[in-house]
């Protein structure tokens, strides 16, 4: 174990956005142990608050399914994929063909856009000043990262999986909200694994030491991709389909139980 690779929602961080102590615990003893940890989020930077002020993490985040790195000491984007502005157009006349229902927002590196019906009432608060303009007026200019789609009568898999392949050629779709709609694009060749592998070969670290959590379809990669590859018991059938290994469940403190037990290894090996 030389690369700890987490998720943050549904694995580490529960729906009060908060990390229990045993998990704070268990990943300030990897870093402790010289184990590189790494946080691999669909969470874009301005969330990353949990890190920050619960773990006292300063290092490197994966953000967006991939589509951004960002160093969150420093605040500064290292790297970043870009959806076409055209590409993001064309998937949304798609996916209303297929859910005339549908609404959709954008994340820039900078900001959120949405369209009007995306928010719902009463989350003005989440938002802050964000208007509610179609793609055309919001878009010029920005520097978009992840295009969302959300419908409100559908199941969230009903809706991956009529969607995904129809807009494959223009960006890649997933979700990890386990009771909404919500659908999370970004450039085609990107997902959290491919991210992850970068990050790991430019510290010399094989896919066989790296130890990795999720819980959710977006996940589903790059559990695949490490050599240790923990889907929550608690997480979505389909990831814990694609990994080879079972972490307890999230409310079990299932990542910290199994730190807990890699670090004993380590220190017996």
């Known amino acids: 174990m ?4 987490s998720d943050m929602d549904g694995t580490i961080v529960g729906s009060d956005g908060r990390m229990s102590p045993r998990t704070v615990q268990a990943f300030r003893d990897c870093v402790a142990a010289g184990v590189d940890v790494v946080f691999v989020t669909g969470r874009p930077p301005r ?21 951004l790195t960002y160093d969150l000491k420093a605040e500064r984007v290292l790297d970043v994929h870009l959806l076409d502005h055209q590409h993001i157009y064309e998937a949304r006349d798609i996916i209303r063909g297929l859910y005339p229902a549908a609404v959709f927002a954008a994340e820039t590196v900078s900001g959120f856009m949405i369209e009007p019906g995306f928010a719902d009432p009463g989350t003005s608060e989440i938002l802050g000043s964000v208007e509610a303009l179609a793609f055309e007026d919001s878009l010029p200019g920005e520097d978009v990262v992840k295009f969302l789609a959300r419908e409100r009568d559908v199941h969230p898999d009903e ?17 990890s909200a386990p009771a909404i709609a919500l659908l999370e694009m ?11 592998a ?6 010399g670290i094989p896919a066989s030491d790296v130890v990795a959590f999720g819980d959710m ?5 790059m559990l695949e991709w490490a050599g240790n590859g923990y889907a929550m018991a608690s997480g979505h059938p389909e990831a814990l389909e694609a990994a080879n290994l079972v972490a307890p469940a999230f409310e079990d403190d299932g990542v910290a139980q199994v730190l807990e037990q890699r670090l004993a290894a380590l220190k017996t090996a």
């Open 2 to 5: 030389r690369l700890v690779a």
């Open 47 to 67: 969330w990353l608050q949990p890190l920050r002020e619960q773990l006292g993490h300063l290092g490197t985040v994966i953000c967006s399914n991939g589509a």
């Open 159 to 175: 809706f991956l999986h009529t969607v995904r392949p129809a807009v494959r050629h223009l960006v890649s779709a997933t979700h």
């Open 186 to 196: 970004a450039v085609p060749s990107i997902n959290k694994a491919v991210t992850l």
């Open 198 to 203: 970068e990050y790991a070969k430019a510290r």
């Open 217 to 221: 379809p977006n996940d589903i990669q």
